[in-house]
């Protein structure tokens, strides 16, 4: 695992050299800023909620552009031999990958949560006590754990296409058909199979429960495993492409 | 410190290397010649643990590339054909991050990267991003990237591609100086620089190795040229098969 932190470090630098990187903050900064501004000017109301769900919503379409160079890139270009064939070991690659990613997604998460900072400032400047802290703090990890889950999707598309584009559509794809199981089969389904598929979709483990401000380590669990899946799939992938 | 018995590889119905078999001793410099498409850059995919055989045996550097992946990887360096870079990073970054991929310890990197800089002929580029870089500067990166962490063995694809006279023959010049202390096996089209820089010479064709020999014999035995050597074997072997030439150079 000592080549992780070699790995990681070229991934960030990739991250903050491209273009995409600024693209996507600004994006987040100015829709997020919005809908904040708009919730306390317009509608008086000082609440985190909406920026929560506008950035979960946004982050469906953020994390396919973070992901879509991770290996589709290295295939297209050729580099992936390079890779290779230094002394690094394909678990080491994927979870560099991942995990600059992650931090990626650390610094994208960054403006939202300003906006409670500057809530809470606000609140006490003027004597108040301040905004609940619990559903603002729940919130953010939630947004975390959901970002996460979206990356490694991205990352398993992103091992699996020849071409970043298609790994950015193939990822916003699968994103939303995860959608659907929660539409289309109801709450109170009682037959094993039915919640067995509604399980699948992420929409039941985050809306109504992060941003409501609730911990339930069931949800917190289903971020993390099948985030770990989708790395592990990908060290598959990415040995099973290269052995053909 | 290469050795290879009976290795074949298929994708799917094509067979790319069929059933090839050869020793490469310490300190030896080889060329591997061959028509395109006719497997030599495979063999390198397999000799560095890209890929892995689809059956035969190889050993480098007294390991197995597809079980004991990493022990190959740390002793070879290895120059891809079209010479993979990261495009958006600077060059001696780049090195920097290949020297520590590669296991070099950090109070020897900066000199291991100086001198790689200075052997490749790229000190004057060092700060310039490579996407920037000319072909032939590209193509010296890559070769400075195999040799930053001083392998014993080298496995170069087609090291000279693209390169002006000039530089064909500062490359030729080090890899000749290279195969002083080192076990050099590459791959190449341009003949003259064969002729020049190895002292043996693998011939494959189809797969198939249709000579094995120092470049001398091949010359008396079958053209007046290594030109005429080449066209002749791969030739034959495209028409009339593969068995008599094989056997010959197998003896």
Redesign the interface.
């Known amino acids: 695992m000592k080549?992780v932190s070699?790995?990681t470090?070229?991934e960030l630098?990739?991250y903050f050299?491209?273009p995409t990187a600024y693209v996507v903050l600004m994006v987040i900064v100015l829709l997020t800023g919005y809908i904040y501004f708009d919730f306390l000017s317009a509608r008086r109301e000082a609440l985190i909620l909406p920026v929560v769900r506008v950035t979960a919503f946004m982050l469906m379409l953020v994390a396919p552009l973070l992901t879509m160079r991770l290996f589709a890139d290295e295939f297209q270009?050729?580099?992936?031999?390079?890779l290779?064939?230094?002394?690094?070991?394909t678990v080491e690659v994927v979870l560099s990958k991942y995990l600059a990613a992650l931090f990626f997604l650390l610094v994208v998460l960054v403006p939202p949560i300003l906006y409670a900072g500057i809530l809470y400032w606000a609140s006490t400047r003027s004597g108040g006590a301040g905004p609940d802290a619990g559903p603002i703090l729940a919130g953010y990890l939630g947004l975390y754990l959901l970002g996460a889950y979206f990356l490694a999707i991205g990352l398993v598309a992103s091992s699996w296409v020849r071409s970043q584009i298609s790994a950015a559509v193939v990822t916003v794809v699968i994103l939303l058909m995860l959608q659907i199981p929660s539409f289309v089969i109801p709450e109170d389904a009682v037959d094993p199979l039915s919640r067995a598929i509604r399980y699948i979709s992420y929409t039941n483990h985050f809306y109504d429960v992060f941003d409501k401000g609730i911990l339930d380590t069931r949800h917190i669990v289903y971020f993390l495993t099948t985030s770990m899946f989708c790395v592990f799939l990908t060290t598959v992938v990415v040995t099973v492409r290269?052995?053909? | 410190m290469i050795e290879v018995e009976h290795l074949t590889k298929r994708?799917g119905d094509l067979v790319a290397v069929d059933d090839i078999s050869f020793r490469i001793e310490k300190g030896e410099v080889v060329g591997f010649l061959g028509p395109n498409g006719a497997g030599k850059t495979t063999v390198m995919?397999i000799l560095?643990?890209?890929?892995?055989a689809t059956s035969g045996k190889a050993r480098v550097a007294g390991f197995d590339p597809f079980w004991e992946s990493?022990q190959v990887?740390?002793n070879?360096g290895?120059l891809?054909e079209?010479v993979?870079?990261?495009?958006?990073?600077r060059v001696s970054?780049y090195l920097f991050?290949?020297a520590?991929?590669?296991?070099v310890p950090a109070c020897e990197r900066k000199r291991r990267v100086a001198e790689v800089l200075d052997r490749c002929g790229i000190r004057e580029v060092e700060a310039r991003v490579i996407a920037q870089l000319s072909k032939g500067y590209r193509q010296r990166v890559?070769l400075a990237?195999a040799l930053v962490n001083d392998p014993p063995i080298l496995i170069l694809d087609e090291p000279t591609v693209g390169l002006d006279p000039n530089q064909v023959r500062l490359v030729r010049e080090m890899i000749r100086d290279l195969g002083q202390r080192r076990t050099v096996l590459l791959s190449t089209h341009i003949l003259s620089e064969v002729d020049m820089i190895c002292p043996r010479v693998i011939i494959i064709s189809d797969g198939r190795i249709v000579a094995e020999d120092s470049a001398e014999n091949l010359k008396r035995r079958i053209g007046p040229t290594l030109e005429d050597v080449f066209v002749k074997l791969t030739k034959t072997a495209d028409v009339v098969g593969h068995e008599e030439p094989a056997q010959e150079g197998r003896r």
């Open positions: 080549n070699a790995l470090r070229r630098v990739a050299l491209s270009s050729g580099t992936i031999e390079t290779m064939t230094a002394p690094v070991t290269r052995w053909r | 994708y995919r560095t643990s890209f890929i892995p990493l990887r740390r070879v290895y891809p079209n993979p870079l990261y495009r958006e990073m970054e991050h290949r520590r991929l590669k296991g890559g990237d």
